[in-house]
């Protein structure tokens, strides 16, 4: 990727992320995260902790267990060897994630059912 490629994927990814900053993981590979440094790739996990229900009541049996197959559901994506891959990496994964979430209503549970029943 040249200098010119690079800066533009990197002007796209800071208009949707402002103040987002290229860090470094534990095995000296490359990721954007925010302003606050969660990771942009992956911010579905942080989105799926935050979300997340834990059921407190008393003997409840779904405490972790049940947590930690919810996070296992989450894609995750690996971080890159270069700091350019991770911001080509970042605009990629941000116009997935808009993909996704403007199709998503179009295939939900209902809408289905109701095509089902009204082919019968």
Not at 69 to 91: C, F, G, R, Y
Request: overall charge positive; hydrophobic content about 35%; aromatic content about 10%.
């Amino acid at each position: 990727m040249d200098k010119d490629t690079f800066l533009k994927t990197k002007k796209k990814v800071l208009k949707k992320y402002p103040n987002a900053k290229t860090m470094m993981d534990n095995d000296s590979k490359y990721y954007v995260a925010t302003e606050d440094g969660r990771d942009i790739c992956n911010i579905l996990i942080s989105q799926t902790i935050n979300n997340y229900k834990f059921d407190q009541t008393e003997g409840a049996i779904f405490g972790l267990d049940n947590f930690n197959a919810t996070l296992n559901k989450v894609a995750t994506i690996p971080h890159s060897k270069t700091i350019m891959d991770a911001w080509q990496q970042t605009e990629v994964a941000i116009k997935s994630y808009h993909v996704v979430n403007r199709n998503n209503s179009k295939f939900s549970d209902e809408k289905i059912m109701k095509k089902i029943l009204k082919d019968e």
